[in-house]
């Protein structure tokens, strides 16, 4: 675990020592089903005294297919997530794109995340720092955890401290990915919180049929592994029935089985507190 402070806004249990929680839908799909997924985690959370961050994004910009859903409409989603944040008193984090979508959707959102294949964007990573917004960026598949370092130091040095990197694993040959977990203790000398994205790290991109795969039987062993090496926090994309989700189903945690896992990784990480 790193020492970084996680200070958003609306975080509640900080004191506990638990690992932070940020999980939702990939995408927001419609407003009924964003809040009974939100209504679910939150009540989780509040069970193990695990601070949340729900998570959605607004709009899916990197798809295999041209006619991949992408969302449901911008404004129409981020107002879903709004509401998402009001009734249930939770942050909430979304992805964004390119510059002009940093003050758009800081305006409706906590936390801005940066996708993986984007980390490198100067202008994005500056367009979100300047929100002031936390800024979460996922550590590309392609890149070594120290090299993260220089997108935390754009975040840094457009006047914003408030960061933290994601690690969703490396690209292994062409249609897999591993997860090398030598990473998040690397990435955490940045001096920045740092996220394990359990359900993204068990992709198989680059199917014949243009639609990502995916092992969702190793999201327990994942999530282990990575608390039990330190990290700061997990982030897991969950659905009611991932099989008719309409991005991502393939790697995504059923709903239903979130309390088994967070029971699991709660009592993990009270070991690993105890020493």
């Known amino acids: 675990m790193s020492n970084a402070e996680i200070n958003i806004p609306g975080i509640k249990f900080t004191e506990t020592g638990n690992f932070l929680l940020i999980a939702g839908p990939c995408v927001v799909e419609g407003e009924k089903i964003v809040l009974e997924i939100a209504k679910h985690l939150k009540m989780l959370s509040e069970k193990y005294q695990i601070p949340f961050v729900f998570k959605s994004s607004y709009r899916k910009a990197n798809r295999s297919k041209a006619d991949s859903f992408s969302g449901i409409g911008d404004l129409k989603a981020l107002k879903i997530l709004e509401e998402v944040k009001k009734e249930f008193s939770v942050p909430v984090i979304t992805d964004i794109h390119n510059p002009d979508e940093a003050e758009i959707a800081s305006e409706y959102v906590d936390i801005l995340q940066i996708p993986a294949f984007l980390c490198r964007q100067t202008d994005l990573l500056i367009a979100a720092a300047k929100t002031g917004k936390w800024v979460n960026i996922k550590k590309g598949q392609f890149l070594s955890g120290s090299s993260m370092r220089f997108a935390v130091e754009k975040v840094r ?49 680059n199917q014949e049929a243009g639609v990502s795969g ?8 994942i999530g282990k592994a990575a608390i039990s090496v330190g990290a700061d926090g997990i982030f897991i994309e969950t659905h009611t029935d991932p099989a008719v989700a309409k991005s991502d189903g393939a790697n995504m945690l059923k709903l239903s089985e979130m309390d088994n896992l967070l029971s699991k990784l709660v009592a993990i990480r009270k070991t690993i507190n105890s020493f």
């Open 157 to 205: 040095e457009s006047g914003n401290n408030n960061v933290m990197l994601t690690d969703r694993g490396n690209m292994f040959g062409y249609q897999d990915i591993v997860v090398d977990f030598r990473n998040i203790p690397i990435m955490q000398k940045v001096g920045v919180p740092v996220i394990m994205d359990i359900t993204h790290s068990l992709q198989q991109p």
């Open 214 to 221: 995916g092992r969702p039987e190793m999201i327990e062993t």
